[in-house]
């Protein structure tokens, strides 16, 4: 199963590498809102620390939901969601392939605004990389992961741009919280590694619940 | 794992919200015939495909794949159908020969993939660029090319006439005949019936989701004999 979903995301990842369509808008407009944050929030260095986790955060929100709708209209494009659903594999591989593409595509994007938020407002986001770097790629996976299952479930549904973020960020909700109480936890003007730490489990068991849940639902959502 | 030689399709059900799409319809496919599925438009033949496929869940009635004695079943029945749909099901960046191979890949088949755009006519020169520049009937070559990639023992066919030109079309039926021979249970839901005529050899005809008219012969129907059943039947 991990080897047609590999081959799956493989595949996705080919045809933005090719049309860049995907990646460099999510990293345009990440860039923007950094921007956009550096004229709306003060420029001193306590606010900085208490709202840098909440813009990374809505950062990697935004640019995520830009990822999931586009990378799923075009499997909409040409019906391939049909021919993938009809390949003799599992069908289970097609939701991990769709999700493994997308964490690596909100990854890239945390990679461009993540150095970012650092350099533009000063804030401390490298003073423990390893449990940044952690929770970001739990949360791009939990977003990925939750995301592509919504995504594909609305595929046919006309109105899907508007539905997607208002069905999914209620139940990303906890994901962002955790992530923005961890990033918290690591950029305070006295870290709090034991909260970050506690954060960072969350994320793990909130991913993996979901996956669970994901991978039971998922052919049921998107057969006709 | 078999080819498939039969398919039972015993009273199927299809409804989209309150709107029937298919009432209780029952076919029997077999191999090395080709079944011209007809009637006019609305009265269910791609849903009738779709659920054929897999890839529409009917509300009741079943299907079973039959395979030497044996029945099919998920992956098993996956592997052995062939589906040419409205859509071209290709990736509009990659080019012919990619869709291709990413097609043998997932169904793990080590295929000739120029021999086969060969034989659906896709011209070299356009091989080796992105789908997305494709004509409408250069398309059409490429999702028929992506269909009989795997020979399938369950080539489903709707309207693979489309956007190809008549001497196109009647190749194509040429070639479909051809594969008929060789056991695959072909369906072809179409209107263009002087495509399919001296060919096809099973009929069965819709109308407002239900199947009223089914017909086989031990030869093909000429274009005159479809037209006279269509018209009798399907409206």
């Known amino acids: 199963m991990l080897r047609h979903a590999f081959r799956i995301a493989w595949k996705d990842l080919r045809i933005e590498v090719r049309s860049k369509e995907i990646f460099m808008t999510m990293a345009f407009f990440g860039a923007l809102l950094v921007v956009i944050y550096s004229f709306a929030f003060p420029n001193d260095q306590t606010a900085i620390r208490g709202s840098v986790p909440g813009m990374l955060w809505v950062s990697i929100a935004f640019t995520g939901t830009i990822a999931l709708g586009r990378a799923f209209d075009r499997e909409r494009e040409n019906d391939t969601m049909r021919a993938l659903l009809l390949a003799p594999v599992p069908r289970l591989s097609v939701f991990l392939g769709k999700a493994i593409a997308m964490a690596v595509l909100i990854l890239g994007v945390a990679v461009v605004v993540v150095p970012l938020l650092a350099l533009w407002l000063n804030a401390p986001l490298f003073a423990y990389p390893l449990e940044l770097a952690v929770s970001v790629g739990l949360g791009a996976l939990g977003m990925a992961v939750i995301g592509s299952v919504f995504a594909a479930t609305l595929l046919k549904a006309r109105s899907r741009d508007v539905l997607l973020p208002v069905v999914l960020y209620p139940i990303l909700l906890p994901l962002f919280v955790a992530g923005t109480k961890c990033t918290a936890g690591l950029v305070a003007e006295h870290p709090n590694l034991e909260a970050a730490h506690y954060w960072i489990s969350f994320l793990g068991i909130y991913d993996a619940a979901f996956l669970v849940l994901s991978l039971w639902v998922f052919e049921s959502l998107v057969i006709e | ?235």
């Open chain 2, 1 to 235: 794992m078999g080819r498939l030689d039969r398919v039972q399709i015993d009273k199927v059900a299809k409804r989209y919200g309150t709107e029937r799409a298919l009432a209780g319809v029952s076919l029997e496919l077999h191999g090395g015939t080709m079944c011209a599925l007809l009637g006019h438009n609305g009265a269910g033949k791609t849903t009738l495909l779709g659920v054929v496929s897999t890839l529409v869940r009917p509300n009741s009635g079943t299907i079973t794949y039959h395979s030497a004695g044996a029945d099919l079943r998920d992956e098993a029945v996956r592997r052995e159908i062939g589906l040419l749909a409205h859509a071209s099901l290709c990736y509009a960046e990659l080019t012919a020969i990619e869709n291709l191979e990413f097609v043998a890949a997932l169904y793990g088949v080590a295929a000739d993939v120029t021999k086969v755009l060969d034989q659906v006519g896709l011209e070299p020169r356009a091989r080796d660029r992105a789908a997305r520049t494709y004509s409408r009937g250069m398309l059409q070559r490429l999702a028929l090319a992506r269909a009989l990639l795997t020979r399938p023992s369950l080539l489903l066919l709707d309207e693979p006439f489309t956007g190809l030109d008549r001497g196109g079309a009647l190749a194509l039926g040429e070639h479909l005949g051809a594969i008929k021979t060789d056991g695959t249970i072909v369906v072809v839901v179409t209107h263009d019936l002087e495509a399919i005529a001296g060919r096809t050899d099973h009929v069965a005809i819709l109308r407002r989701g239900k199947l009223v008219c089914e017909e086989r012969s031990d030869s093909s129907y000429t274009y005159d004999q479809l037209k006279d059943l269509y018209h009798r039947n399907a409206s």
